[in-house]
């Protein structure tokens, strides 16, 4: 047995040494399922730029694709193809603003990941957490594959495949499958296969589950075998294309890339993709024949096929949109996937929100009308009446709404505000709104950045396993 | 102003103080001659193995192209494109055998370098000081293009383009342009352009200086200038062929790799080139139509062309073969132009010595036979005659032997069989003699390695320098 062999059985005694109330064993979803030898294929890697304050420790860590910026101190973690952001990451001097709390940030906020087991997921880093802002902290958590962990303190969470943990502290909890769950601190609560969950205590609470019979057509886990139906597909069929951008340094750009704009040298860049100003292409993002208007985001994992977005539109982490037109400033969220063809397109009209882990699946024309909220699986006109709102009524309403199987209680328009607020800020923080001058981003701060890469040792008992590591300014 | 900048200067400064007796000032082969904005396009990187004990200390350091493997400690640092190893470095117990002296090792080699300014130059790491056999130590150095240090700590010493200083401890010297010398501790020493020598107190004298009108046409640097010649445009012609090879990350080996063999990643291999067991090919090497015979070494900024090397052939750093048939067991030294053409051929007898530092550019065939020695220019049989010598017949001769402008003094016995037991054990420790169990050495220690790529800050005020990084077992 060798070091690696040995650090991912711990990880799993720790997981479920949290996951104990009723007992579970997250051995069956990681042992034989990640292929050990992958480990000294891949390499992890971190980013220098001018803007972030850096502090890398790595310590026998197994981090294989990982992506670090900022600060960041890891101790034998395995992170698997992970992506790990620090560009939101707190600094000295700043004060955090939180539930009408004012909080003065002592110290730079560093990233802290101890045995936790992200299999091509992605960490961001805008934390959240009110009681240790200066501690972006990940422990003994396991996390599926294209799972999301998205702004915070985790612990010992097993987190199904698609996945989403959102904005929260969670604790030690499970999550299903293709869940999505923003909700604040959970202890020993479990999520059911499929649920979009989004609860602010005394404020509102949304809720919808996916029919099992449409969930398992479109992901499905089984312990002891990998993850399977469309999405899984998806992915895997376009797993070759990013081995040339990961496999080739100092790629001069494929296509134009226009004032305020970045187009992160880890994204496929396919067919005829146009780049307007002000927007941010994350790594891993995919682009074929994609027309990205003014201030649009692409962020990590999202593919845009197909479709034109006319500008400030977020695509938050793990969105697919192919054969879609998305009018502007209409979010969608983590992991929806909308899927238009060529014969039945999806047009999403302006100032839409389209759930994070929304499937739209075309097998007629479907026009989205501007304004509405929409979640759960379209396929044809007949289901976006019954899984969509408009956001005005919606702001109207207080107590109990009932849509289709969705049920939201409480403030309307409290949700509704956070929501629209929350859209402002990222395309804010993502530099949409950059004049040349002000109103700088991500896109403008990440346009010039080195990436550094590492690899493990190549044989031995070693092997997979990264040398002790201490990068400082 | 920026950071880099002024520790050019402040290099500058140290080199000075150390050529201080004459004065000397090497501001003007320095300033404006090494384009700063390269130094924020390429990587530095280190490798990994599971045989050498690793510690890489950079602080500040700019490292541009340089190549590390086992412990190191690099402090402000410019090297630009070196080639430094590390896989002779001394380990804690070890004894270390020289001038009839048995030296106990007392703690893990390490190479430390300060403020060296090395170009395209290439620090191999079998260093030969006796009162520290476990410091390898370079310091205020500037060492111009293409030139090599071999084996040793080093001080001050302005190297000249093409320059090797050899096996030696060498301290406050300037040496010429295409300089050889391998003479031990030489303190306010100027070793003029072009010369080739070797000296062993109380042994023997090699001792030969190319005609200046002859230099001029390979290599020649003027104050200000570029260095200029036929060597840096046979360099310069090749330079893009390696930017594949550099800006591709685990590239599949594109010709096969026998058993016990290495073809590292960052040589360029092309056309019809064939590998047998035991082969070394270092990163920079340069093969093209090359036919290796079993245990021959092509090592760092070696070009072979066109050329077949029987076997156990010695090519060592920076020299270069064209059209030639090379016959088993000869040595060709650092920095050797063998220039056959397609019509002019060139054949080296088995058993030969090319000295270091010869050229051999033919303007008819010319065939050398088995056993000889080589130095000086050669363009034709004629020239032949007076720049070689019958190994067997200087082996019998003491006193002073003169061929040519040669002049060879002590005895030739001594002078051969240095050399001799040098090309073996550069062999044995290359892997040549690897029976697939015993006598493992660099081929086959070197077949599984890792590279980690670190890059500079991208722009500000670090542009062009490195974070702080320390990396341990």
Do not use: Q, W
């Given at each position: 047995m060798t070091q690696i062999q040995r650090l991912i059985d711990q990880v799993i005694d720790r997981v479920n040494v949290n996951l104990r109330e009723p007992p579970f064993d997250a051995g069956p979803y990681v042992r034989n399922l990640i292929p050990l030898n992958q480990f000294s294929r891949f390499y992890a890697f971190y980013g220098l730029t001018s803007y972030h304050p850096i502090r890398f420790k790595f310590h026998k860590s197994s981090l294989a694709g990982s992506y670090f910026l900022g600060k960041c101190s890891v101790d034998h973690s395995i992170l698997y193809k992970s992506d790990i952001r620090g560009d939101e990451l707190k600094v000295q001097g700043q004060t955090f603003k939180c539930c009408n709390l004012q909080i003065p940030i002592h110290e730079d906020e560093e990233i802290r990941i101890k045995d936790s087991f992200l299999i091509k997921s992605l960490v961001h880093s805008n934390s959240h957490d009110l009681e240790n802002p200066e501690e972006f902290m990940i422990r003994n958590t396991i996390a599926m594959h294209y799972a999301n962990i998205h702004g915070a303190p985790t612990r010992g969470c097993f987190i199904g495949p698609f996945g989403t943990i959102d904005l929260t502290t969670f604790h030690n909890c499970l999550v299903g499958t293709y869940s999505y769950v923003q909700t604040g601190e959970l202890n020993h609560h479990r999520i059911p296969d499929g649920q979009i969950w989004i609860r602010s205590t005394d404020a509102f609470n949304?809720?919808?589950?996916?029919?099992?019979?449409?969930?398992?057509?479109?992901?499905?886990?089984?312990?002891?075998?990998?993850?399977?139906?469309?999405?899984?597909?998806?992915?895997?069929?376009?797993?070759?294309?990013?081995?040339?951008?990961?496999?080739?340094?100092?790629?001069?750009?494929p296509i134009p890339v226009p004032l305020g704009a970045t187009l992160n040298r880890y994204a496929v860049v396919r067919g005829k993709t146009v780049l307007s100003e002000n927007v941010l292409v994350a790594q891993r993002a995919y682009l074929e024949d994609a027309w990205l208007g003014k201030g649009s985001n692409v962020q990590e994992n999202c593919y845009i096929i197909r479709s034109r977005l006319d500008g400030y539109n977020v695509t938050a982490h793990g969105g697919k949109v192919m054969d879609a037109h998305i009018h502007p400033n209409t979010f969608v969220g983590f992991n929806a996937f909308l899927h238009g063809t060529p014969e039945f397109p999806l047009t999403v009209g302006s100032d839409c929100i389209v759930m994070p882990h929304t499937i739209v699946d075309l097998e007629e024309p479907v026009t989205v009308p501007p304004g509405h909220l929409v979640w759960g699986c379209i396929r044809n006109g007949k289901d976006l009446e019954t899984h969509s709102i408009a956001l005005d009524e919606l702001s109207k309403r207080s107590g109990e709404v009932r849509v289709g199987d969705m049920v939201f209680q409480g403030s309307g328009a409290m949700f509704v505000s956070a929501f629209r607020h929350r859209v402002e800020h990222i395309l804010e923080s993502n530099g949409a709104m950059y004049d040349g001058e002000n109103n700088r981003g991500h896109a403008q701060k990440g346009s010039r950045i080195s990436f550094n890469i590492i690899q493990p040792y190549p044989e031995g008992d070693l092997l997979g396993l990264y040398p002790s590591m201490e990068i400082r300014p």
């Open positions: 949304f809720l919808y589950r996916f029919p099992p019979e449409v969930l398992k057509r479109y992901i499905h886990v089984e312990p002891g075998s990998m993850p399977t139906g469309l999405f899984m597909e998806f992915m895997e069929n376009r797993e070759r294309d990013f081995e040339a951008a990961f496999y080739t340094l100092h790629t001069i750009p």
